[in-house]
């Protein structure tokens, strides 16, 4: 069941792999969740082990901890890549735009363009930043 499990919540992330691109940050956040359960539930199947356990019992705990603390720390990676795209295609827009912008232009004229794109990674930005929940 776990490996089931596990395959479940990384799939958003190997979509995103397949096609070049970060997941939502909907969809990292939720794979992290699954992820986050599924080491908790190795953790306490490691737990359970008695005296009467055999070592391969105790290695094979220790493989599922290995692994899902593996791939919990390969999600928490992802919902940071995830939270911070918006943030770089904002601002790779607001580089655009200024670099875009003649040398016979008038700041006036220009003034709408990089307003509206100021804007947009100002917004990303207070996103990421309450995202994080930042003291």
Same mark, same amino acid.
């Given at each position: 069941?776990?490996?089931?499990?596990? $395959?479940?919540?990384?799939?958003? #992330?190997? #979509?995103?792999?397949? @096609?070049?691109? +970060?997941?939502?940050v909907a969809d990292a956040e939720a794979a992290l969740c699954g992820a986050i359960d599924d080491f908790g539930s190795s953790? $306490?199947?490691? @737990?359970?082990?008695?005296? =009467?356990? +055999?070592? =391969? &019992?105790?290695?094979?705990?220790?493989?599922?901890?290995?692994?899902?603390?593996?791939?919990?720390?390969?999600?928490?990676? +992802?919902?940071? =890549?995830?939270?911070?795209? @918006?943030?770089? !295609?904002?601002?790779? =827009?607001?580089?655009? !735009?200024?670099?875009?912008?003649? @040398?016979?232009? !008038?700041?006036?004229?220009?003034?709408?363009?990089?307003?509206?794109?100021?804007?947009?990674?100002?917004?990303?930005? &207070?996103?990421?930043?309450?995202?994080?929940?930042?003291?």
């Open positions: 069941m776990k490996l089931t499990l596990k $395959a479940l919540w990384s799939l958003p #992330l190997l #979509l995103a792999a397949c @096609g070049g691109g +970060t997941p939502s953790l $306490a199947a490691y @737990g359970q082990l008695t005296a =009467d356990s +055999t070592v =391969d &019992e105790l290695q094979t705990a220790r493989e599922d901890v290995v692994s899902s603390y593996e791939a919990m720390k390969t999600a928490a990676n +992802t919902v940071q =890549d995830a939270r911070i795209v @918006g943030v770089e !295609t904002a601002y790779a =827009d607001l580089q655009r !735009t200024v670099d875009g912008i003649s @040398g016979r232009d !008038t700041l006036g004229e220009a003034a709408t363009q990089v307003s509206e794109s100021l804007a947009t990674v100002q917004t990303a930005r &207070e996103q990421l930043y309450s995202d994080l929940s930042c003291p």
